[in-house]
Nanobody
Framework: VQLQASGGGLVQAGDSLRLSCADS????????VGWFRQAPGKERMFVAA??????DKKYADFVKGRFTISRDLSTVNLQMNSLIPEDTATYYC?????????????????WGQGTLVTVSS
């Protein structure tokens, strides 16, 4: 699995961004995929996850109603709307060992390099 996360950038509060996680070898089509984020000086936190078919999605409480995760065979997207400064972080996509959508980072064994999202007030 080779993950490539993209789509980060500098935006203003209230703006939207769409992050993408691509698997160049299309090997994660049977796996759950998640997004996590890590702000400077803070621990990595779960953001969203989707199961292999896309029918089961999980979200952290602080993004519910603002972020939407979706997927096709080779890409998992995270649509982020109504961004706030507290969303500033490096966002990582990861592939789970199983086909499920899981919030537990220990259940993920492949991680992308991260994409930086900065939200100004």
């Amino acid at each position: 699995v080779q993950l490539q996360a993209s789509g980060g950038g500098l935006v203003q509060a209230g703006d939207s961004l769409r992050l993408s996680c691509a698997d160049s070898r299309r090997t994660f089509s049977n796996n759950g995929v998640g997004w996590f984020r890590q702000a400077p000086g803070k621990e990595r936190m779960f953001v969203a996850a989707i199961n292999w078919r896309g029918g089961d999605k999980k979200y952290a409480d602080f993004v519910k109603g603002r972020f939407t995760i979706s997927r096709d065979l080779s890409t998992v997207n995270l649509q982020m709307n109504s961004l706030i400064p507290e969303d500033t972080a490096t966002y990582y996509c990861a592939v789970a060992r199983s086909s499920s959508a899981t919030t537990d980072s220990h259940r993920y064994n492949y991680w992308g390099q991260g994409t930086l999202v900065t939200v100004s007030s």
